[in-house]
């Protein structure tokens, strides 16, 4: 069965601007886990814990997602970062498509669910899958789109997307050799995705490639060092 069978057949169950639907959902949750009873609620029948899904109770799949970009104490940060996710999340889902976006950001989920579920296998902890490392894979594929779009940081600095994803990825993977074996199954877990797709669009689209953008700069100044050696 090819690619183009598999895409009609998840089509007609794709979520239509699913960037938005999940952007209201990170904003319940944060609210949800701003209490003490929405925390405890989270955990109790909402959070992925492996031991409960592989018992039956598998809604955690999908309700996990509850969980948001990020849990600040601070609503207005809070309220910051689900905003920037969403255009993050929405600029990706109109470049790939809405079929894609959806195989992206579930199949992002899926990997680090199954992680958690390994996790267990192997270690019999019944440690819950908390996707803050997800969140950056919908990040990243902005970044393979997007690699020369300017952010800004702090609000003030004009920064290319594709240093931020590459400090970002650097940090990631500098979390992957230090932590346990939780925190290496959930980076990678992150990771997986962003480099299927980096080299799905490197191959198919050719354009917002962060590698073979940088290598052209680098041969770019190499050539014109050796331009200008040859008048010295």
Not at 29 to 35: F, N
Not at 162 to 190: C, D, H, P, R
């Amino acid at each position: 069965m090819d690619w183009y069978r598999i895409k009609r057949k998840l089509s007609k169950i794709a979520v239509n601007n699913l960037s938005l639907y999940i952007t209201v959902i990170f904003a319940i949750g944060y609210l949800l886990l701003r209490t003490d009873m929405g925390i405890e609620l989270y955990s109790r029948t909402l959070a992925f814990y492996p031991r409960e899904v592989l018992h039956g109770q598998v809604w955690r799949i999908l309700t996990a997602v509850f969980y948001p970009p990020s849990n600040t104490s601070n609503i207005l940060l809070g309220a910051l970062s689900i905003f920037i996710y969403y255009n993050f999340a929405s600029a990706v889902e109109r470049t790939m498509g809405s079929t894609e976006f959806n195989i992206y950001f579930f199949g992002s989920f899926l990997f680090g669910e199954i992680g958690s579920i390994i996790y267990y296998l192997i270690t019999g902890v019944n440690y819950p899958f908390i996707p803050m490392y997800t969140h950056f894979s919908v990040f990243m594929a902005f970044a393979v789109l997007y690699a020369e779009a300017q952010v800004l940081l702090f609000f003030i600095i004009p920064i290319k997307v594709k240093w931020v994803a590459m400090v970002e990825l650097a940090i990631y993977i500098f979390e992957f050799f230090a932590g346990g074996l939780q925190t290496k199954i959930s980076v990678a877990a992150a990771i997986i995705p962003v480099v299927v797709f980096y080299f799905v669009v490197r191959k198919s689209r050719g354009g917002g490639d962060i590698i073979s953008n940088l290598k052209f700069r680098i041969k770019q100044k190499k050539r014109q060092a050796e331009w200008k050696n040859q008048w010295k």
